[in-house]
């Protein structure tokens, strides 16, 4: 009846998929909320692809199992075009543990230039 078993536990991960398109109006900002789903406070960077969008601050170290509001604007300058401008908010942090890469979270972006009244 008594006694210790042991099993062992093989566990296979994916990486977190990309979200959006989160979109913009031109001139304006929106947030997206960002969790960090490790149990100690990291490091964090943010970055963007595009130069039309701009972030309020290049990273932040989150407290653990906490959410956190990235402010992302789109400034809007009239590329002579009325097609949306498109970009990447890519969220990083160090290698995580047992990892031996750094992890990545991708969130698309989309820039809705001025004097375009439907946004889809």
């Known amino acids: 009846m008594g006694g210790d078993y042991t099993f062992p536990?093989?566990?296979v991960c994916t990486?977190?998929?990309?979200q959006g398109p989160f979109v913009i109006k031109a001139g304006?900002?929106?947030y997206i909320t960002f969790r960090n789903n490790f149990p100690n406070t990291t490091?964090?960077?943010?970055?963007?692809d595009n130069p039309a969008f701009h972030i309020s601050?290049?990273?932040?170290?989150?407290?653990g199992k906490k959410?956190?509001?990235?402010?992302i604007g789109y400034d809007g300058a009239d590329s002579g075009t009325k097609a949306p401008v498109m970009g990447k908010l890519i969220v990083s942090c160090a290698?995580?543990?047992?990892?031996?890469t750094p992890a990545q979270w991708i969130y698309y972006?989309?820039?809705i230039p001025p004097d375009v009244k439907d946004v889809k």
């Open 15 to 18: 990486p977190p998929k990309p």
């Open 28 to 30: 304006s900002t929106t």
């Open 109 to 111: 972006l989309k820039g």
């Open 57 to 63: 601050k290049g990273g932040d170290n989150i407290k």
């Open 95 to 100: 290698r995580s543990a047992g990892g031996s």
């Open 43 to 48: 490091a964090f960077t943010f970055t963007v």
């Open 9 to 11: 536990i093989f566990a």
């Open 67 to 71: 959410d956190h509001r990235i402010v």
